[in-house]
Every structure is written in structure tokens, then in C-alpha cells.
């Protein structure tokens, strides 16, 4: 089993930075191939960011290219969302994700994770 949680969430202006980290308990971080998702009111759950166990392979979806960084910590069993150059569409509850069963998962897809954070809440004012 592991616990994730999540901080880092507020209120920024447009343009403004945040950076979100999620902190995992309860397995081996090392083994984890961790994401970030993110869910507006009214629509589905989307992929954000992912970071393979081993550090070397990181995803984005196409709209955050260029302005988020995921990077990960082993020795602290985190992992970080730098967001900059925010934007009222990205405004969200962002849900980090774990999963360490499956070789090789599709890490854009939801379904390849097996655990969950409770979210942090990013609003980005206009």
C-alpha cells in the first residue's frame, strides 16, 4: 500500500509559479513510476506530467510543454510540479498517482495507476 500527499496548491495570478509536491509513504519510493493529473469542475480527469522510477524518462501533455517541470526526489520520497507561466486553464484540483506492479505502463493514462492523493486545489486568477 501507499499514501500520497499532496501540498503546495493557492491562488496565483496569471503568469505566476506554483510548485506542487507529493510525498509518498508506505513502499519502496524507488519503485514508483509517479504522475500528476489534474480535474477542472465539469470535466474529466487529465493527464499532466509523469517521471518514470528511475528518473530518466518524463512525459507532458502537450499544454504544459515548456511551462512545468516534473522532477522527483528518492532520498525524500517526492515528487515536484514546478508550474510557471500559469494560466486561468490550468486552474484545478491536481492529483498525484503512483503505480509500481505494472513494466513499461502508459503513464498518460489514469488507469495504469494504482494509488491516489487526495489533491491540492490550483486556482490561477485572470
Known amino acids: 500500500q501507499v499514501q500520497l500527499v499532496e501540498s503546495g496548491g493557492g491562488l496565483v495570478q496569471t503568469g505566476g509559479s506554483l510548485r506542487l509536491s507529493c510525498a509518498a509513504s508506505?513502499?519502496?519510493?524507488?519503485?514508483?513510476?509517479m504522475g500528476w493529473f489534474r480535474q477542472a469542475p465539469g470535466k474529466e480527469r487529465e493527464f499532466v506530467a509523469a517521471?518514470?522510477?528511475?528518473?530518466?524518462?518524463?512525459y507532458y501533455a502537450d499544454f504544459v510543454k515548456g511551462r512545468f517541470t516534473i522532477s522527483r526526489d528518492n532520498a525524500k520520497s517526492t515528487v515536484h510540479l514546478q508550474m510557471n507561466s500559469l494560466k486561468p486553464e490550468d486552474t484545478a484540483s491536481y492529483y498525484c498517482?503512483?503505480?509500481?506492479?505494472?513494466?513499461?505502463?502508459?503513464?498518460?493514462?489514469?488507469?495504469?495507476?494504482?494509488?491516489w492523493g487526495q489533491g491540492t486545489q490550483v486556482t490561477v486568477s485572470s
Open positions: 498517482a503512483a503505480q509500481g506492479d505494472k513494466y513499461q505502463a502508459d503513464l498518460r493514462s489514469p488507469h495504469s495507476y494504482d494509488y
Open positions: 508506505g513502499r519502496t519510493y524507488a519503485t514508483l513510476d
Open positions: 517521471i518514470r522510477w528511475n528518473g530518466f524518462s518524463t
